[in-house]
């Protein structure tokens, strides 16, 4: 697992990892074998084909690196799922992935230590073995039976026609009906974010589309600030944020907003955000508890590094870390392995566990002292 070191007075490094730092140079090979084991390749792809073969196979990867590094096979199982369905949607046959995943596991194994190829062997093979029995698509994250279905269904018809105020108007018509704020995140906002990726996914959509509808509920989610700083304040404070490199920044966004609505002062630090600059403002904001997000498993090492660093900076002051995302919810004790105190599956049950962390506010917190 690669961990963040300082040897002296300068950033944060993070140790080397044997497959990621390698990855341009193994993927290059693996593609070579590729194209040199099917002619028909460079006759369908070209040169320029070779290139996109080339970077595909480098986040192949970068998630094996991951899955390796932690000792999860499930990690790159799942991920193995994801491109199964992705490539379907292309019309890239199951053999092709599964003759591919071989290649990448010869090549990657003949070029690392006895303990990683070991690994790697481990990890591709429960790939391969799954693979046949993987889905090809993925069921509908929507459903209008569900509470709240038929807006969530409104409000992804509004964002796929490109009409950010028809969506716009729908949640805050709800809203001022009288549906809390909660549910229209747990029950709107949250299942229509993630049908829209599955769209994505089965190229049903284009990514121009996800962005727009993740750029156009954030703003909605903006829209109804006023009601989620209404809360009474308990004298407790968060930091939330995502690992660097992560862009995935709208699931940690809702969880910060959710610590408001118990009471607590958030301070959502975005996405892409340093390691230097996390600890900074956990120690201006006196944070009670950090809450961290990775929703790509490739990042999972960056999780680690960040709660390493966070530990050796702050020395014997205590401070729960909490982590979440789509990592940590396959395997469940991967949130051990990055050194963190907690795992929360959701934005409700981060607000539960953390405040089981830190217990009651202590009095000269709750009134405002540090």
Known sequence: MPVAVRPGPGPIRI?????????????????????????ALYARYGEAGRSRCVEDVGFHLLYLAEAVATGSPALFRE?????????????????????????????VASRTDPATAERVRACVGEALAAL??????????????????????????????GDRRRAAALVMESAAAGTQVSDLYLHVFQPALREIGRLWQTRA?????????????????????????????RGLSMVATCVGGERHEI????????????????????????VDGI??????????????????????GRVAALIAAVRAELGDRPLPVLVGGYPFNLVPDL??????????????????IAERLVGPAAPDRAAGVA
Do not use: C
């Open 205 to 233: 959509i284009t990514v121009a589309h996800e962005h727009f509808a993740t750029a156009a509920t954030q703003a909605i989610m903006g829209q109804l600030y006023p009601a989620i700083f209404a809360a009474e304040r």
């Open 251 to 274: 699931g940690i966004r809702m969880v910060a907003d959710f610590f408001e609505m118990a009471g607590w002062d958030s301070h959502y630090l975005g996405a892409d955000t340093p």
């Open 79 to 107: 991920y193995v799922a994801w491109v199964k369905i992705l490539f379907a949607g292309i019309g890239i046959p199951d053999e092709e992935l599964g003759e591919s995943l071989e290649i990448l596991r010869d090549v």
């Open 335 to 352: 949130w051990k392995t990055v050194g963190a105190d907690a795992f929360a599956p959701g934005a409700e049950e981060a607000v539960a």
């Open 132 to 161: 046949p029995g993987l889905p090809r698509d993925v069921p509908p994250f929507v459903r209008t039976d569900a509470p709240h279905g038929a807006l969530a269904r409104s409000y992804i018809d509004a964002l796929l026609a």
């Open 15 to 39: 140790a080397s990892n044997p497959i990621a730092d390698r990855r341009e140079e193994l993927a290059g090979a693996i593609v070579a074998i590729q194209f040199e084991r099917w002619p």
């Open 279 to 300: 600890i900074q403002a956990v120690r201006e904001r006196d944070a009670r508890v950090l809450a961290v997000s990775a929703t790509i498993t490739a990042h999972v």
